[in-house]
């Protein structure tokens, strides 16, 4: 016995003896990493305070974090980024991108718009339109190449039309559960969750129980329910108690998009709406929601003004409509009542891509140009052009702070063209309201833009300052951070982001855009 034990001791000291001075060899050599960012101020996306760090790349992961000169990290590059803030990459979970995103010209597949505002991921799919199939435009992003992240949800509107055209009818038992079928299939194919525009036809004409039932099949897969509501004018609660009735009665997380009050009358039920989300969350039901800090919003003409019944059939079963006087008669008051909900025709700004010339200009400027009424300026340009659009100013500032205060607020940019929330959603918020109006902290406006939202809408190891997590990091200098875009210029490049890296690679590079295209297609 005593043989045996001075025989494992003799061979325990052997090993210590060679190995260990081989591992602490190993050790005492400097670490390379592919990037070195020191002496930055590090928001790591959860924490409650920033703190100065280094932070290394390698590949496309965080690699390293921590003090460099002490544990003798080396990179192959190094950033000083004394002065300067590192966060993860914003994730914006409202956008319409579908379409840069699938251009033929490597510049707008860039997603720039996004990139110089520190955005590195983008879901696209909302309001109820969504590409499909999900698994073909994943594939196409991925083999095209693509400047920023990009995920996708299954737009109900989109799968609603496959099965039922754009009509206002009830699907049986066996379109339902086609409906079903698809949502499933997008899904499987990596889709996030589900998005609806029930303010848009043809999401509009679906009832309640409908998107319970497609809303089940989506749970069953983890994802997440993401809605644009009946309205966000006077029944702005009664289409926010929809929107928790959904989820009460299918478990599944729910998430708001652009939050917001439209049109006077909408204004005093800011505390009522708060009071009513605060409490369903503090009931344990998952709900959140994103807000674009802009007292305007954006939307087609046609949506913004026509009564849903007379968009039953699509467009031209629409016009079709306008060629009879006594429906065209009803649409026109409809139109009225739907002008006065966003605050009045001066309150309507028009930009319609095919016809710049009106570009700016008011209902009423065009109505006193054409002498004629506001309604029937809608009902000409609706017949001349196919998707005008329009920016409404129906919002109040205090009603967008007092949703910005709120802890399960992210930013979300819903970017259109010719609304500079596209260019400027991100940067305008910071600049704005953390720095110069002090509304919120910049830890929280952070926080809010990257973790957050990366756990709402299940997007693994990205939003957060992780080793190991994907190299999602952005640098910016806070004090030339600007927003330039506005409504007289609403194409305008953010300024002050100094790098912008996409899965490791710098997309933006001393401000200035490198030409490739590090992001790739999202799947859950």
Request: proline share 4%; hydrophobic share 35%; aromatic share 8%.
């Amino acid at each position: 016995m005593m043989n045996k034990n001075y025989y494992r001791l003799v061979c325990q000291l052997l090993f210590s003896a060679l190995v260990c001075p081989l591992m602490i060899s190993a050790q005492s050599k400097p670490l390379q990493v592919d990037y070195l960012i020191k002496d930055a101020w590090v928001f790591d996306g959860f924490s409650k305070d920033s703190v100065k760090t280094d932070i290394g790349i390698t590949g496309d992961k965080i690699s390293y974090i921590g003090n460099s000169q002490k544990d003798k990290i080396k990179g192959k590059q190094l950033i000083n980024a004394k002065g300067l803030y590192l966060s993860p990459g914003f994730i914006d979970p409202h956008t319409h991108t579908e379409a840069d995103l699938s251009a033929k010209e490597k510049e707008t597949r860039a997603n720039l718009p996004y990139l110089f505002q520190g955005v590195t991921t983008v879901v696209d799919g909302n309001d109820g339109a969504s590409p499909y199939p999900i698994a073909q435009k994943l594939a196409e992003w991925n083999k095209n190449g693509i400047g920023t992240n990009a995920a996708l949800l299954v737009g109900h509107g989109t799968i609603r039309t496959k099965i039922l055209g754009r009509n206002n009818v009830k699907p049986n038992e066996s379109q339902l559960e086609k409906m079903k079928e698809l949502f499933g299939q997008g899904m499987k194919d990596g889709a996030f969750g589900m998005s609806t525009g029930l303010y848009y036809a043809p999401g509009s004409y679906a009832e309640t129980d409908e998107v319970v039932a497609l809303a089940k099949v989506v749970k069953s897969f983890n994802g997440i329910y993401d809605t644009h509501m009946r309205s966000e004018g006077t029944d702005v609660l009664k289409s926010i108690r929809e929107t928790i009735e959904i989820g009460e009665r299918t478990g599944i997380p729910l998430h708001i998009s652009h939050l917001k009050l439209s049109g006077i009358e909408a204004w005093k039920k800011t505390e009522e709406v708060l009071e009513l989300i605060n409490r369903t969350i503090d009931s344990g039901l998952k709900l959140n929601a994103n807000q674009y800090p802009f007292t305007a919003s954006s939307t087609g003409l046609s949506a913004a003004t026509v009564p849903r019944w007379a968009e039953d059939g699509g467009r031209q079963a629409l016009l079709q409509r306008f060629k009879d006087p006594v429906l065209l008669d009803s649409i026109k008051k409809g139109i009225n009542r739907n002008i006065k909900g966003r605050s009045g025709p001066s309150n309507i700004v028009l930009y319609i891509k095919a016809a710049p010339e009106f570009n700016g200009k008011s209902l009423t400027t065009v109505a006193k140009e054409w002498g004629k009424t506001p309604e029937d300026v809608v009902v000409s340009l609706l017949e001349q052009y196919s998707s005008p659009k329009i920016i409404s100013h129906s919002m109040n500032e205090e009603n967008v702070q007092a949703i910005m205060k709120q802890p399960w607020v992210m930013t979300g940019s819903d970017g259109t063209s010719g609304h500079p929330r596209k260019y400027a959603s991100f940067t305008k918020k910071i600049r704005e309201y953390v720095l110069d109006k002090k509304i919120i902290s910049m830890t929280r406006a952070i926080n809010n833009a990257t973790y957050l939202t990366a756990q709402t809408f299940g997007i693994d190891k990205r939003g957060a300052i992780k080793v190991g997590y994907y190299a999602d990091v952005i640098l910016f200098d806070p004090q030339t951070l600007k927003d330039t875009a506005n409504f007289d210029n609403p194409f305008e490049y953010a300024q002050g982001m100094q790098y912008v890296f996409v899965n490791g690679k710098p997309a933006i590079e001393r401000g200035s855009y490198t030409g490739i295209l590090a992001g790739i297609a999202l799947k859950k």
